[in-house]
C-alpha cells in the first residue's frame, strides 16, 4: 500500500509512530505498508481519521483524498 507510506513519509512520520497510533508494532505496521499484510477495517478507519482522508484513497480506489467531514 504505496498510498499509506506517502501519507506517512508526506508528514516527516516513522513507522514506528504510526504503529503507536495503531497499536501495532512496527514490524507489523511495516508489512501492512508494503503489502505483505492486510489492513483490518479498525486501522483503515484509524489512518482514514488520522490522516483525514478517505478510506477509497488509502486503499487507492481513488486520487481524490476527500477529507472527512
Known sequence: MSRIREL???RDLTQAA???ILKT?????SKIETGKSD???EK???L???YNVS???ILE????PRPLY
Open 39 to 41: 489492513i483490518s477495517g
Open 25 to 29: 508494532t512496527q514490524q507489523q505496521y
Open 55 to 57: 478510506a477509497d484513497y
Open 48 to 50: 482514514a481519521k488520522f
Open 18 to 20: 504510526i504503529a503507536d
Open 61 to 64: 480506489l481513488t486520487d481524490e
Open 8 to 10: 506517512r513519509e508526506d
Open 44 to 46: 483503515l478507519r484509524l
